[in-house]
């Protein structure tokens, strides 16, 4: 679908969307096309339960005086409830409207809300944003789809009174939307397709844009001491990757942010081996590899004002005969022991090195990891928030706000010292899991001992990457969460700009 900004004017035949705010108060253009059809809209609200609360929709057929071939009515809801974020929410909605009905071409009038918390141009382009994010399709693997299920929509054609301007936000956002897909895409791949290996040749496609990449190999990952990661990728017959991913928009003084990622491309448990019902759905234990290299691209896709590393460790957890046993003990590239209780516990082990290795080459400002890492999430919070576990306060806040901001929310968990006993091993330095219960805090302070008191967030998108339901932006699937997270949190903070 090609999304375009044209000023206001009445197009020829296709949808035409029209917003109406609480009250059914229509928005001035939707006035004059309302008295061109007679006031066919008024009446079309008036006899139905649409009262212009926000994401309600209604379509009038053909209506008299007008040449489209039907107008869709949204609701905006209260005006002073009208910020960025609904607007696209309202975007995703019109999308799925236009997508069932077999609309060709649309077009939606933008025009400005007094009382919105944002102006005319910036509700244009973030209605556009959420349309764009809605419109993702993954399709590459279907070869007999019926015509009729396939989705007609080619054009969208935002109608406002600063297209210019609607345009060069939006510009900046369709960015942040590619980085969003290419972690969908990612996620949606199956093992046979995304391995180790494979998850580098991707990452490596990011050259194009200025990032620098590197792949390092089992070789020189055992040189460096990865025990604990190469422990776990060691019953695969697919070697694993270090994929070390660097932009830099900033001056080179600056310290960058680090952004790592738990890359599990398959995890059948190991010998610890999961369950059979639903072990299919492991393909998307590397999802926070995926939001990794999703947040790169977007940040080097809108030449982001910072520097940025992204890091991310890919393995596949297999059994075999060379398959880590229960019971194994592994030195870390820290240094430090673990004995392996279970091997399906195995993210932490990798983000143990991964986060060793980071903090130890580039010395970042902060280290935020993201990662399916325990199914006690899940049972916490649901699927509304990922878990978010730190040891800095600053950080914390700043990510919260920021997932208010981009509707990708996070909740903070304890990390309270007294969780260290769940993982005191007898024999070694620590072990990988903890007892029955805290699974996600125990969890969490393993990987607290490989950060050196760098402030260090832990985001456990378990729940988050394939949720249960769509939402108004995100088609059900594979959720692309954490990108648009990250790059809010940067933008704001991190590039001294506010969107």
């Known amino acids: 679908m090609k999304i375009s900004f044209a000023s206001i004017t009445t197009p020829d035949g296709g949808a035409l969307v029209l917003g109406v705010t609480g009250g059914r108060k229509l928005m001035a253009t939707g006035v004059s096309i309302d008295r061109d059809a007679g006031g066919a809209l008024t009446r079309a609200m008036k006899s139905s339960r649409f009262e212009g609360k926000k994401g309600q929709v209604l379509s009038v057929l053909q209506p008299p005086g007008v040449g489209v071939d039907r107008i869709v009515l949204v609701g905006l809801g209260k005006p002073a409830d009208l910020t960025a974020l609904s607007v696209r929410d309202v975007g995703g909605k019109v999308i799925a409207d236009l997508l069932s009905a077999g609309d060709q071409t649309a077009a939606v009038a ?36 019926k015509p009729e299920e396939k989705p007609r929509l080619k054009r969208l054609t935002v109608l406002t009174g600063g297209a210019v301007s609607a345009r060069k936000i939006f510009a900046a956002l369709t ?24 998850l580098a040749s991707e990452a490596r496609k990011l050259s194009k844009l200025g990032v620098k990449v590197e792949v390092l190999g089992d070789a020189r990952m055992k040189k460096l001491g990865m025990g604990a990661l190469l422990g776990v990728g060691q019953g695969s017959a697919r070697e694993s990757q270090l994929i070390v991913m660097q932009w830099n928009g900033a001056a080179a003084s600056k310290k960058p942010v680090a952004l790592v990622g738990k890359g599990v491309t398959f995890d059948s448990g190991g010998i610890s081996l999961k369950p059979g019902a639903g072990m299919e759905m492991m393909k998307f234990d590397m999802g926070g590899a995926a939001a990794v290299i999703g947040t790169m691209k977007a940040l080097a896709g809108r030449k982001a004002k910072v ?17 880590q ?42 280290m935020i990891n993201l990662a399916t890492l325990t199914g006690a999430i899940i049972v916490s919070l649901g ?53 029955s219960g805290a699974g996600s805090i125990s969890a969490a302070k393993f990987l607290e001992r490989f950060v050196n008191k760098v402030p260090w967030a832990h985001i456990d998108i378990a729940a988050m990457v394939w949720p249960k339901e769509g939402s108004d932006v995100n088609p059900k699937g594979a959720s692309g969460f954490g990108v648009r997270l990250l790059d809010r949190l940067v933008a704001d903070y991190y590039e001294g700009k506010r969107r």
């Open 175 to 198: 960015k942040v939307a590619d980085g969003v897909f290419t972690a969908r895409d990612l996620v949606s791949e199956p093992g046979n397709v995304i391995y180790p290996k494979s």
């Open 307 to 323: 520097n940025a590393v992204g890091v991310v460790g890919a393995v596949e957890n297999m059994p075999s005969s060379k398959a």
């Open 325 to 366: 046993r229960p019971g194994d003990v592994v030195t870390s590239m820290s240094g430090q022991t673990i004995e392996v209780i279970n091997t399906d516990a195995e993210g932490r082990l990798v983000l143990a090195d991964v986060l060793w290795y980071t903090q130890k080459r580039f010395k970042p400002q902060f």
């Open 383 to 435: 699927y509304e928030y990922a878990g978010l576990f730190s040891n800095d306060d600053k950080l914390v806040e700043r990510l919260t706000k920021a997932g208010e901001a981009e509707n990708e929310k996070v909740w903070r968990l304890p990390t309270h010292d007294n969780y260290d006993k769940h993982i005191k091993s007898d024999i070694a330095d620590m072990k990988n899991v903890g007892g």
């Open 110 to 145: 933008i025009d400005p809300v007094k009382g919105a918390k944002v102006a005319g141009p910036a509700l244009a382009a973030n209605f556009a944003y959420g349309a764009r994010l809605r419109n993702y399709r993954f399709d590459r693997y279907r070869t007999k789809e």
